[in-house]
């Protein structure tokens, strides 16, 4: 008996000498994730050519059907039902496999890029928040890496205000988003390749944004906050939390004119700041009162500026727009570029109709 009890744990030792190379091995196996961020309300990703076309920024202008993208809380000052679409253009460019790591939002070329339906307080959308694909071998012709990762969201929106308070209004965004990442990387070893790694998985996830507004005669103030709550699951690896974000802005809208001014942060030790002006003129066309929807005939021309720090032109981003407005039907486009470069511009179109 007294040998069997000592026979008892160095069998244990025995055995968990045995399976812990194995548990090792296994461990190494596992492919980390090659995504480095998941900042999704960027500026330079505004769904709208009308607030990419006054500084990339809008949170006080009502008037934009996608205006719950940016600060849901103008939700409760739209008084049509409209269904929207913008697409994006970019010019053709070779983007390398660490680019796209560190820009996991970006989506490249001619694209869909975003479609609302509003009705009154409430909006629904859906936007492909990313769309990356990326296949390339080294200089040296040794390794391959191979990246495609997509991420969709669908969002409701709703804003609303209190009759004792008409001057404040609150909207929130709820959002639920799904995606999947393929990666696989590997290198020639005799002309056979070798795999360093895979990964074929999905996620889902949810979160929230949280926009104020308040109005006091022609000037509207607002803050909006965005993925204040969120998580992401993948099936294989640890949930995430996307980037939370915030931005403060006030808008002046006079007759014809309109100036905006707002800036946008992380919420994060490292805030990366982006400072936004904006103006706008409208050009009555028609001898109607063009504030009515079903009269209304007009142009509206757009500039704007955002930056960091607005040291030089290469710091700084100019966006022009413009949009022309008929009766319940609108096209808008804008155009966003650094420093001044054309060559290097992406371009907003939009489409909207009344329903």
Known sequence: MLKEKILMPKL???????????????????????????????????????????????????????????????????KLSSLSLSFCLTNQEDIDFYTALSLSNTLKDKQFKYFVLNTGAVSFSYQPVSAVHISQFSNDGLN???????????????GGRDDNYPKFAAGINLKYLSGRLVYLKEHIVDNSLIRDGFIDDKAKGVSGDLGLSYKMGNIVYAASFYDLL???????YDPVTLKRRAALGLGWEGTN??????????????PETT????YAYTFNLGKNNYS??????????RVGVYSHDFYGTDNINFTLGGGYYYKNFRFDFSLNNTGMKLSDSEYLFSLSAGI
């Open 144 to 158: 391959s890496e191979y990246y495609d990762y997509k991420m969709d969201k669908v969002q409701f929106s709703w």
């Open 292 to 301: 009515t929807a079903q009269n209304r005939n007009s142009v509206d021309l």
């Open 12 to 78: 244990l030792i025995y055995t968990i000498l045995l399976i812990s190379p194995a548990w090792l091995l296994l461990a190494q196996q596992v492919t980390p994730l090659p995504i480095t961020s998941y900042d999704y309300t960027l500026p330079a990703n505004n769904v709208s050519p009308i607030a990419m076309g006054t500084g990339a920024l809008n949170i006080t202008n009502a008037e934009d059907p996608f205006c719950a993208y940016s600060n849901p809380a103008l939700m409760a000052d739209n």
């Open 257 to 270: 004119s309109h100036y905006y001014a707002g800036l946008q942060s992380k919420i994060s030790q490292e």
């Open 275 to 278: 400072f936004h002006f904006g």
């Open 230 to 236: 969120s998580m992401l699951w993948w099936e294989n």
